[in-house]
């Protein structure tokens, strides 16, 4: 069973190439999880948030499932392993490993050799999903900043939820956040970088990338429309035009609803998403150069490769360098 993971930024494309994924015949997917947020939390402490503050107590710093976790498993093994029966373990481990087996289970009554989950913030947990699912393979979703914080603000005003609030400064910080992390792997076993320009753009052969990585039968041609529901379009108006799965134009979205004053600000304090774009570019060159080697530099997590340095306009307290 090969297991996937779809990571990036909220409001990335995540839905768009989760739903390209499960239009192949193999792939088995599901809605949003939010699994291992619930299971572990302290999702706002993760991408930094300057107002965030510990939810975990003792126990759960010692291995303790946190219960709202706990919780979300039950409720996903009543939809996809309703013969399921006993306790939920308390440890995350646990919970962790029994989530990935409720999901082969499922994938394998479907006949479907892959499954493809998409949690945006499962972005922030990857140590903790490949400690517990090994063979885990993750597909990051990159998107220019500028239109990502755009379409943040467009779906909270299409539906008020919490998941969006914060404004344009917190999103500009999490997206800044969210590229150390994607850059941070791009070497990593395992792990695939997929700008969503670029699909959209190119979409035959980045079709063609992703779908080696992730070892799909290239002989099954894609389905009209994904096989199994991936979102419902009542409750997330913004996923609309997203869960056809089939690639359309995200651009230009920043120019419509932010006025010259904010497009200055976007510009002088988000990292330079052309040079982190050019970046993966050329790590998919050198995989395609070298056809019969490992994607990976390194068959170890870790690789010590040197990574570029990214910095915004001005050297202050949005510099990165990673």
């Known amino acids: 069973m090969r297991r996937i993971f779809v990571v990036g930024c909220p409001r990335s494309g995540t839905t768009l190439v989760q739903a390209m994924i499960a239009r192949h015949p193999d792939v088995f997917s599901l809605r949003e999880t939010y699994f291992f947020e619930s299971l572990l939390g302290d999702s ?3 991408w930094g948030d300057r107002e965030a503050r510990p939810t975990r107590r003792w126990y759960h710093r010692a291995g303790i499932a946190q219960s709202w976790g706990r919780r979300r498993l039950r409720e996903l093994e009543h939809v996809h392993a309703p013969q399921r029966r006993g306790s939920i373990p308390r440890r995350w481990t646990a919970c962790a490993r029994r989530y990935a087996a409720m999901l082969d289970g499922a994938a394998c009554r479907k006949q479907r050799t892959h499954w493809v989950e998409k ?20 597909v990051h979703v990159l998107r220019n900043g500028m239109d990502v914080v755009a379409s943040v603000r467009d779906a909270d005003m299409r539906l008020e939820t919490r998941a969006f609030s914060g404004g344009m400064v917190r999103w500009g910080r999490r997206w800044n956040r969210a590229m150390g992390i994607h850059l941070a792997h791009l070497r990593a076993p395992h792990h695939y970088l997929l700008c969503i320009e670029d699909l959209i753009g190119d979409t035959d052969n980045e079709w063609k990338m992703l779908r080696d990585f992730l070892a799909l039968d290239p002989d099954k041609p894609l389905l009209a429309s994904p096989g199994c529901e991936i979102a419902d379009a009542r409750t997330e108006p913004w996923k609309t035009s997203a869960i056809t799965g089939v690639a359309k134009n995200v651009g230009g979205k920043s120019q419509a609803l932010f006025g010259t004053l904010s497009l200055a600000w ?8 052309e040079t982190i774009r050019e970046t993966v570019r050329e790590q998919h060159r050198r995989n395609r150069a070298e056809p019969g080697r490992k994607r990976t ?23 990165m360098r990673l």
């Open 266 to 273: 976007l510009r002088e304090h988000l990292v330079s998403y």
């Open 297 to 319: 530099l390194a068959g170890r997590r870790g690789a010590t490769d040197r990574k570029p340095a990214l910095q915004s306009r001005s050297a202050g307290r949005w510099m």
């Open 44 to 46: 706002e402490l993760r």
């Open 119 to 138: 949690t945006p913030n499962h972005l922030l947990f990857l140590d903790e999903i490949a400690d517990c699912i090994p063979d885990a393979h993750f």
